[in-house]
């Protein structure tokens, strides 16, 4: 957590090798993904992390299904795939959606492709901007219990950055960015 313009979203993209830090080292498995060239970077992005971002990034021409796809077309083990995309559509309560495409789906649903698609590939680290910035008070209730469920039966590692209290209050550790400095919380969950 921390204030509009604190580097929430920049801390977030350097843990996730989007983007190299300016001093220090991030490391996932013991490795450090800024050594690695472009195609191993971009290996190791889609088999370590997976990313949940606020503007859901789904690909407009594409359905559900294909959406939550996408990540394992340059996976090396792509043959359960499908049924792997479609137990998660059905986690996130969209099995009646596979086929529908972005622009057919409320905000809710689609922060709920976005989570299954961030999934598919079993991930160690989940990264989640904001994923409840643009939804209702239902909505935002619905991705935050799914988000947490999933993140238990998956037994990832999972950061979040939000702007919300009342979704932050929801994890057991929590930090603050104050003054370029991450601030262990010591409020405890509320629930």
Do not use: W
Not at 1 to 12: F, I, Y
Not at 55 to 64: A, E, K, N
Not at 118 to 142: M, S, W
């Amino acid at each position: 957590m921390g204030p509009s313009g604190t580097g929430k979203s920049s801390l977030l993209y350097i843990i996730g090798a989007l983007e190299p830090p300016s001093t220090g080292r991030v490391t996932l498995e013991g490795q450090n993904p800024f050594e690695l060239n472009e195609k191993q970077l971009a290996e190791f992005r889609n088999q370590q992390i997976g990313f949940v971002f606020q503007d859901h990034c789904l690909l407009p021409q594409c359905s559900v299904l294909e959406n939550v796809l996408t990540p394992t077309l340059v996976s090396k083990d792509g043959r359960d795939a499908t049924q792997r995309a479609e137990e998660l559509i059905s986690k996130v309560g969209l099995s009646d959606r596979t086929q529908h495409r972005p622009a057919e789906l409320s905000g809710g649903e689609k922060q709920r492709v976005s989570l299954a698609r961030a999934l598919i590939t079993k991930p160690k680290l989940l990264l989640c901007d904001e994923p409840t910035g643009n939804l209702d008070h239902q909505g935002a209730e619905v991705v935050a219990s799914l988000l947490l469920d999933l993140h238990r039966q998956q037994n990832t590692i999972l950061i979040v950055v939000t702007h919300s209290s009342e979704l932050a209050s929801r994890f057991p550790t929590r930090y603050e960015l104050v003054d370029e400095q991450l601030r262990l919380r010591n409020d405890g969950p509320s629930s």
